[in-house]
């Protein structure tokens, strides 16, 4: 059996963490805000309650909202490869379309 050397870098205090909130790796930013206190309870009653952190609930909330604003936005490089794939099969779909 071979002796695998594993080894892992430890995560410095960095300005931004790369971790996943959803099906997609981002980059995550710290930065502070202030909330009315009784509804920063209410959120922490909220957080807690379905075992979750506060930042994970306020950004669902935050996603949810700007979804229902500005409904869908599709990532760039998705919509550079939806265009590149409508552009190269015009005929095709066109043709199908008959």
Known sequence: ???HE???KKASRAKSVKETSSAFKSERQKF???MDADLLR???EYAKSE???IQSVLEEAVEMMLKEK???VMRPDVKAAHDEVLERYHDLFV???K
């Open 1 to 3: 059996m071979q002796n």
């Open 6 to 8: 594993y080894s892992q």
């Open 32 to 34: 502070a805000t202030q």
């Open 42 to 44: 209410r959120l922490r």
């Open 51 to 53: 075992g979750r952190q």
């Open 70 to 72: 500005q409904g869908y």
């Open 95 to 97: 043709e199908l379309a």
